[in-house]
């Protein structure tokens, strides 16, 4: 399956992400580093955008930095990989944690690793929703409770594709 079909289901059929679950983990691993990605790489066009040297008012700071530009560049998109991965995945956890206890309230059927499957899948809108917020005068908090409650509602969603647990006998 390729990416690009994830990533259009993922926005637009909730309802699919549910099988999902049963991709194989490398291919759910490379669709959440390609969204990893699209978010550093963004990141990284607004830090050299937003950044003007000449902001600082200092003659000596800004020759300094204007030397270090080589190594200030490849060095900040490391760590904006790095701490952008570490995020969204730490997100994923606590998701797909929250998503095993609302499987067992709902009566579904499921592993962990499956709703950490379905979670990925769920959290495109958040990711894409948190990416631009800065362009939209609404504050941070706002859309984090919004990113929030989107990705646990296409979770739920996902979830009523699950199977049902067998009745207790």
């Not at 606590?94 to 959290?123: D, N, P, S």
């Not at 990113?147 to 049902?164: G, R």
Request: proline content about 4%; overall charge positive; glycine content about 4%.
């Amino acid at each position: 399956m390729k990416h690009s079909q994830l990533f259009i289901d993922s926005l637009l059929h909730p309802k699919k992400l549910a099988a999902y679950r049963l991709l194989p983990i490398g291919k759910v691993i490379q669709y959440t580093f390609l969204l990893i990605t699209i978010v550093t790489v963004f990141s990284f066009g607004r830090f050299i955008a937003g950044v003007p040297v000449d902001s600082f008012n200092m003659s000596g700071f800004e020759d300094y930095l204007d030397g270090i530009k080589w190594v200030l560049y490849p060095v900040t998109f490391i760590m904006l990989f790095v701490f952008t991965t570490m995020l969204i995945f730490a997100q994923i956890a606590l998701y797909a944690l929250a998503g095993l206890f609302t499987l067992k309230v709902m009566k579904r059927r499921g592993e962990y690793r499956h709703i950490w499957r379905t979670t990925t899948f769920a959290m495109t809108w958040a990711v894409l929703l948190t990416m631009l917020a800065d362009y939209v005068p609404i504050n941070s908090v706002i859309i984090s409770v919004f990113s929030f409650l989107l990705t646990m509602t296409l979770v739920i969603i996902a979830f009523t594709k699950y199977p049902k647990q067998p009745m207790a006998k």
